[in-house]
């Protein structure tokens, strides 16, 4: 069946740090991807998104890079503060279905 | 209003109560869907609106759940017989367009049920 998932539950790193959340997904079909960021008491807030057709698209201080090879996506934020500390989630939306299916999430930690 | 509402933002019933949670998207958006996310997990599609299209209810995960959307703008999600495996967040999302644009959240309404 289709799914998508993380690879890590928590992560934890220095402030200062690069963060690398990474993001397993089974559908090759799939050909939309975003990561949403979720702090406590709140609804996801949309971070970065990717389509099928691109391997890389950067924003502020975050990167996407998408491997459709090996169905993998990875969100990279540089220099991370205390302010990114949240639970993470990858989506995937397949054509025109608008159904986003969610990975479990993974909880980003920042040690000042 | 300038993002997703959602009201109540917390709700507490009894076990065989029926429940109204309500969602008011962003203006002009035309895509209106419905989450449910239990503690420490991802997010589970529920139903999708879509203008005058029938709903997309496949994520309903039984016949006591319901949603309607009125005028193409508000949608009421109805639990009918809450139990207590109903309890969670529900997250409201809009989108502007056709199914490929970011759809934007609300703050959730937190379901107990007792």
């Known amino acids: 069946g289709e799914s998508v998932g993380l690879h890590l539950p928590t992560l934890s790193v220095q402030e200062g740090d690069n963060s690398i959340i990474n993001c397993a997904y089974s559908?090759?079909?799939?050909?939309?991807f975003i990561w949403y960021k979720q702090e406590s008491g709140k609804g996801p807030q949309f971070i970065i998104d990717i389509r099928s057709n691109m391997d890389k698209r950067q924003g502020q201080r975050v990167t996407v890079l998408l491997n459709k090879t090996v169905k993998h996506l990875s969100l990279q934020i540089a220099a991370t503060q205390p302010g990114d500390s949240a639970v993470y989630f990858c989506?995937?939306?397949?054509?025109?279905?608008?159904?986003?299916?969610f990975g479990q999430g993974t909880t980003l930690q920042v040690k000042p | 209003g300038a993002g997703v509402s959602q009201s109540p933002s917390n709700k507490v019933t009894e076990k065989g109560k029926d429940v109204e949670l309500r969602c008011d998207p962003i203006s002009g958006h035309t895509a209106l869907y419905w989450y449910r996310q239990s503690l420490g997990q991802g997010l589970e599609f529920l139903i999708y609106?879509?203008?005058?299209?029938?709903?997309?209810k496949s994520g309903l995960p039984s016949d006591r759940f319901s949603a309607e959307r009125t005028g193409g703008s508000v949608s009421t999600l109805t639990i009918q017989r809450t139990q207590q495996e109903d309890s969670a967040v529900y997250l409201c999302a809009s989108e502007y367009a056709d199914r490929t644009d970011t759809q934007y959240f609300g703050p959730g309404t937190r379901l107990t049920v007792l």
């Open positions: 559908n090759s079909a799939s050909d939309y």
């Open positions: 609106f879509q203008g005058n299209s029938a709903p997309d």
């Open positions: 989506a995937e939306n397949m054509g025109n279905t608008g159904k986003l299916i």
